[in-house]
């Protein structure tokens, strides 16, 4: 026991530590960029590919930070029965002067294989280089394969997961994906592709920018309208097991319309497929497209900005109070529209035109505005993969202002973060809020954080927050978390109001638990349950369920009890003004039983539209057509 506690303490001691050197790197890397950004770097990495079955495929993308296991979820590479994996290295003006690897399982805690790479070959700015992976993998088991290139004083990571199948499906199915991609452009090649389909009379066939496996014919090969792929597509196996395979091909169409304009499109079909004895099978497939928008004098009609092809909740507009700047984030950019100067200003983006787009427009980052003044200023977040600039390769959230009357972005900070875009992005829209007092605040990995902008001190609001453990209010002004690290004996809950700083607790009674359960609106939802009603089946603790819950406004006030004789709440969830229950008996101790539903409307007002400023309308070729709408007329300046 001694020996137990001992060990836990010194795991604990460990923990704390690895907990300051994680913040104090983050305060290091967050120093304020006093300098103005009138240029972008262009992109250094280089690019590399590797090989199934002779062809190119799972463009992996370099990293200037140790990723661990953060980055390989997004490709899957497979290794021929010699296990030896050919490498292509596009090097971007790089000179390669080291090439290593390691193999390891994915929880990264046993090492399989770390192997120098000798003798590459280089040739017209291409590297290409054979891992000879030995024989310690099992077959069919799922590893991670981290590359390292060294170009001289540089060290590049990059990541994949690899596995050894004993059958030759995943070829078979990137080829499926790459030949059916292609024929979709083509009405009467694209007829091979009709047994694949599962079109449904219902299927919403409007929109181009989203296609699915039950589209129309007509809708899968683009309402007819001449489309010509551009350049070769980037291919990415993402998942494999030996029998379920996923497959991503991402591309540019150019379409021609009948009055003589052209428009580039990025395009992405996701493939799901399935080998069954002899053939493979089509389990799912979707096309989203979004339109490049250029800014250009044919992206404007009366009292619109037409934003194109897309889809629904991929682009995002906010106007400044007088409504004089609408600014708009699609495709990854930033732009910024003056409604009296009739003027359009591309605030962000990461392309550029000196390089091929591979690195430039590489898909895993986007942009979220935060305010929009009436003086034009512009602050907004640019998070996930850096592209280019100083801190390409790596990932994080940087926050940048944009000042109109000097026409320039500066930089207020950097905050680094070792995990995927996916992961950032959803920390982001979980929590990503400016208030009115120059504050920002943010969640990443767990933890909250509070900027100030004006002097770029940071504080740590909270961290380790698992997930269930918390919640924000629909605008992102008030937060609540448990204090502690079991979700359902939480002694403590503690709630912020972001714009004013106040913060307020709440504690149980004793021998009380606080679970916070949400928002509806900016009211919090919290619940209370007992240490003596513990919910166990099968030997595994399944909760704690709750005799009580609560809704209360922003002076902790109580708007609403639910407290009923016999009843306990497992679950509540709350969505559109509606607070769902799920409703349990006791049956004996630590056994319950479902019993139903419960549903509590909220009378208060929730907005949360994720199209707000946000149109379309039906055009005669594109079908549906994304639209900002102006409160002035444009009159040609652009």
């Keep these: 026991m001694k020996k137990t506690l001992q060990k836990a303490g010194i795991l604990f001691l460990i923990f704390i530590a690895a907990i300051v050197v994680y913040f104090l790197s983050a305060r290091n890397a967050m120093e304020k960029e006093t300098t103005v950004y009138t240029s972008m770097e262009e992109p250094t990495l280089p690019v590399i590919h590797t090989e199934l079955s002779g062809m190119q495929i799972n463009g992996l993308h370099g990293y200037m930070q140790d990723m661990g296991n953060q980055a390989a979820r997004g490709s899957i590479s497979v290794l021929p029965e010699n296990r030896e994996l050919n490498i292509s290295i596009s090097e971007y003006g790089n000179t390669i002067t080291g090439i290593n690897y390691e193999i390891r399982n994915l929880s990264m805690d046993r090492l399989i294989e770390r192997t120098e790479v000798e ?22 088991e799922i590893y991670l ?24 499906y995943a070829a078979d199915m990137v080829r499926l994906a790459d030949e059916f991609s292609r024929k979709t452009m083509d009405y009467n090649q694209a007829r091979d592709l009709t047994s694949y389909l599962e079109t449904n009379s219902t299927e919403d066939n409007s929109s181009l920018g989203h296609v699915t496996i039950k589209a129309s014919f007509n809708h899968l090969t683009w309402d007819g309208l001449p489309v010509e792929m551009q350049g070769e597509p980037e291919i990415t196996l993402q998942e494999f097991d030996g029998i379920m395979g996923r497959v991503q091909v991402r591309y540019k169409v150019l379409i021609s319309l009948e009055d003589g304009t052209q428009t580039l499109v990025n395009t992405e079909d996701n493939f799901s497929m399935k080998w069954n004895e002899k053939r493979i099978y089509m389990m799912n497939y979707e096309r989203n497209a979004d339109e490049i928008f250029t800014g250009g004098a044919e992206s404007y009609s009366g009292k619109r900005i037409l934003l194109g092809i897309s889809g629904d909740g991929r682009t995002h507009t906010m106007k400044s109070p007088q409504s004089r700047y609408l600014a708009f984030q699609i495709n990854g950019d930033l732009w910024r529209y003056d409604q009296t100067d009739k003027e359009m200003v591309r605030v962000f983006t990461f392309d550029s035109s000196q390089d091929d787009g591979v690195r430039s427009s590489y898909h895993k980052h986007d942009v979220k505005i935060m305010s929009v003044d009436d003086e034009g200023t512009v602050d907004f977040l640019v998070y996930g993969y850096m592209n280019r600039g100083q801190y390409e390769g790596r990932t994080g959230v940087v926050y940048y202002r944009y000042k109109s009357e000097e026409n320039t972005v500066q930089e207020q900070f950097f905050i680094p973060a070792a995990a995927s875009f996916e992961q950032i992005r959803q920390d982001i829209n979980r929590l990503s809020y400016l208030a009115s007092n120059d504050m920002m605040y943010l969640m990443l990995r767990g933890n909250v954080y509070g900027i100030e902008l004006t002097s770029n001190e940071f504080i740590i609001i909270a961290q380790g927050l698992t997930e269930g453990s918390f919640a924000v209010s629909d605008d992102g002004s008030r937060f609540a978390w448990q204090e502690g690290s079991n979700l359902y004996e939480s002694e403590k809950a503690h709630v912020m109001d972001f714009n004013t700083a106040a913060k307020q607790e709440i504690v149980g009674s004793v021998d009380n638990y606080v679970r916070v359960l949400g928002f509806v609106g900016n009211d919090l939802i919290y619940g209370l349950s007992n240490s003596k009603d513990a919910w166990v089946s099968n030997g595994r603790m399944k909760g704690r369920p709750m005799y009580a819950m609560y809704i209360v406004d922003n002076q902790m006030q109580v708007e609403n009890e639910y407290k009923k004789e ?13 607070i769902h229950l799920k409703r349990l008996v006791k049956l004996g101790e630590n ?20 199209m707000k400023g946000i149109g379309w309308y039906a055009s005669e070729d594109k079908g549906k057509v994304y639209l900002s709408r102006l409160t002035g007329r444009y009159r040609g300046r652009a």
Excluded at 148 to 157: D, Q, V, W, Y
Excluded at 568 to 574: K, P
Excluded at 591 to 610: A, F, G, H, L, R
């Design 119 to 140: 003798g590459w070959n280089s040739s017209d700015g291409i590297t290409t280089a054979t891992l000879p992976i030995q024989n310690l993998l099992t077959k069919n």
């Design 591 to 610: 056994q319950y039983m479902y019993q139903d539903e419960d549903t509590i409307v909220s009378n208060q007002k929730i907005d949360t539209d994720p």
């Design 145 to 168: 394969l981290t590359l390292t290139l060294k170009t001289g004083e540089k060290e590049i990571f990059y990541y994949t997961r690899i596995t050894w199948p004993d059958n030759a």
């Design 566 to 578: 016999g009843i306990y709440i497992s679950e509540v969830t709350a969505k559109d003004g509606r």
